[in-house]
């Protein structure tokens, strides 16, 4: 697979991903029979629905052929109402910079430290570095998957149709990511309970038998 084609192919599945948490049935490639007549002979990269809302995403590449779908998509849109146009640019990285792998024995020792913090009662910073641990350990565990900075979503959803974590386990984080989004966006107030974050801390330690020896 190219560069290019792999770089649509991670955005693709981080914005389905993304729309999954948000309540979207997301459909990927969709064949004809599950495209609207108006689009059949035009294969969106993906189309979204929930409730009343209908949406097509593409994304749009570098070449002339990929900005003229995306004037086809505008074109067909101009005469529908129910329908809405996701599009989303995938450029060249001037310098690619791998992410650097955190070793196991960092990995374990943060873990301890966020043992230390729901020990004290320091719950939203224990989540924060849960949340970091947590595609940490998704890096070493995953790389070929987590070479990039993840979102939530990417990440809980990757790791468990790869079947680390259990649907339980990927429900609970898609719920908690919402907090941790809270949170980082200056929610300092946001609620989090000792029981969540401490579940959280249980799917860490689980995600740690998968990680070699130290």
Known sequence: MTDGLERERALLETLSAGLQAEGFDVILHPSRLQLPKFLQDVSPDAIA??????????????????????????????????WRLRAYSVMAPETPKPLEVASIKIIASTISQIDQLLAAGHLLPALLLEWATLEAVGRVVLPDQFGRPQTPARLVEVLARSGKISPTAADKLRQLAKVRNSVIHGGLDTAVSLPDVTEFLSVLKYLAMYLPSV
């Open 49 to 82: 629905r929930r409730g009343d809302e209908n949406l097509i995403i593409e994304i749009v590449g570098e070449g002339a052929l990929s900005r003229q779908r995306l004037e086809v998509l505008r074109d067909r849109l101009s005469k529908q109402s129910t």
